[in-house]
């Protein structure tokens, strides 16, 4: 029998697609609804990666001939659009685009498709799962100890930048700092494994309490971020702060209220959810266009930058629902 469709997980995905979406779009600096928005962004990548962890612990079994198929399918997925890039630019350009360089290099965040940097890491964590359940089925307590030093690890590293103003994890590319994305990753799979507990947890707690525990997350996440962003280092960019403890807490704190949440309309939210991949896909291409041709996107102030934002969710949306239509290409939005 086939398990339930966790709506809360496909939730999760379309909020996470979104604030990708405005993490690339919204400036701070013009206005304090552009500076909630922009500070929610931040917690787009840390859920997508607990998402997957969360799906895949819950698996009862994962072979390394599944970890295969997965990873292939990802590998043909990318170069796929990599070339159906270059075709379309040769015949509009008549110029051969090198896309097996580009390929190459999207995973290392270098080529056109730069934030194919996801699936590089997404790979490598495939490639660790086995392992990790197999740790989390023998001793529950190791694999805690794991998560537990990899979270020392990701602040420590967070308290270094902050201290000495170097933000020398910038330098190395996004697919590379797995520190961060194992942690999720593996934080996914706890709650996975631990969802029956955590109902419990969350049936027990009222309303009000659920709901003063969520602001005062999404108020600690935007006071931190824009105390450290510009009064202590002068630089306010998301991927500074994946891993400090205030973040992680609050991921952790959105990501299961979200989880225990119950939703109707579940047709409509799981439409929306199998969108996310097709609007991550093509969303630097809109946003290309709409800098180019609507520059009042971009010179605006504060509500322009906020239509900048929607209009590019939805321009993805659309673009992402139509090319779900089309039998050839629709392969290409899913993983």
């Known amino acids: 029998m086939q398990a339930k469709r966790n709506i809360g997980l496909d939730v999760i995905k379309v909020v996470a697609c979104c604030f990708v979406v405005a993490s690339h779009t919204i400036r701070p600096g013009f206005?304090?609804?552009?500076?909630?928005?922009?500070?929610?962004?931040?917690?787009?990548?840390p859920c997508f990666f607990m998402v997957n962890g969360y799906l895949m612990f819950q698996k009862q079994t994962v072979t390394y001939a599944y970890i295969w198929k997965k990873i292939i399918r990802i590998l043909v997925v990318c170069f796929s659009w990599e070339a159906l890039h270059a075709a379309v630019y040769w015949l509009y350009y008549h110029q051969f685009r090198n896309f097996l360089e580009s390929f190459l290099f999207d995973f290392l965040q270098k080529g056109l498709f730069f934030h194919f940097w996801f699936m590089g890491s997404l790979m490598i964590l495939y490639l660790l799962l086995p392992i990790l359940r197999w740790i989390y089925e023998k001793n529950e307590a190791v694999y805690i100890g794991i998560l537990i030093g990899l979270g020392i690890i990701c602040s420590a590293m967070?308290?270094?930048?902050?201290?000495?103003?170097?933000?020398?994890?910038?330098e190395i590319p996004q697919s590379l700092r797995l520190w961060y994305w194992l942690f999720y990753y593996m934080l996914g799979g706890l709650l996975a494994k631990r969802k029956i507990k955590i109902q419990i947890i969350i049936d027990r707690c009222s309303f009000a309490m659920k709901i003063t525990a969520l602001v005062t997350a999404i108020a600690l996440l935007i006071g931190w971020q824009w105390l450290i962003g510009n009064v202590v280092l002068k630089q306010y960019k998301i991927e500074i702060f994946y891993g400090s403890i205030p973040i992680m807490a609050v991921v952790t704190i959105v990501f299961?209220?979200?989880?225990?949440?119950?939703?109707?309309?579940?047709?409509?939210?799981?439409?929306?959810?199998?969108l996310s991949m097709?609007?991550?896909?093509?969303?630097?291409?809109?946003?290309?266009?709409?800098?180019?041709y609507v520059p009042a996107f971009v010179s605006g102030k504060a509500t322009m930058n906020l239509l900048f934002w929607i209009?590019?969710?939805?321009?993805?949306?659309?673009?992402?629902?139509?090319?779900?239509?089309?039998?050839?290409?629709?392969?290409?939005?899913?993983?």
């Open 311 to 335: 209009a590019t969710v939805i321009a993805c949306g659309v673009i992402a629902a139509i090319l779900n239509k089309i039998s050839m290409v629709k392969e290409l939005t899913k993983l």
């Open 278 to 292: 097709g609007i991550y896909v093509i969303h630097p291409f809109v946003l290309a266009v709409f800098q180019k």
């Open 31 to 45: 206005g304090f609804a552009n500076l909630v928005v922009f500070s929610l962004a931040i917690i787009a990548i």
């Open 158 to 170: 967070n308290l270094i930048m902050i201290v000495t103003k170097n933000l020398y994890v910038l």
């Open 256 to 274: 299961v209220c979200i989880l225990n949440v119950k939703f109707h309309r579940e047709k409509t939210i799981t439409y929306f959810a199998n």
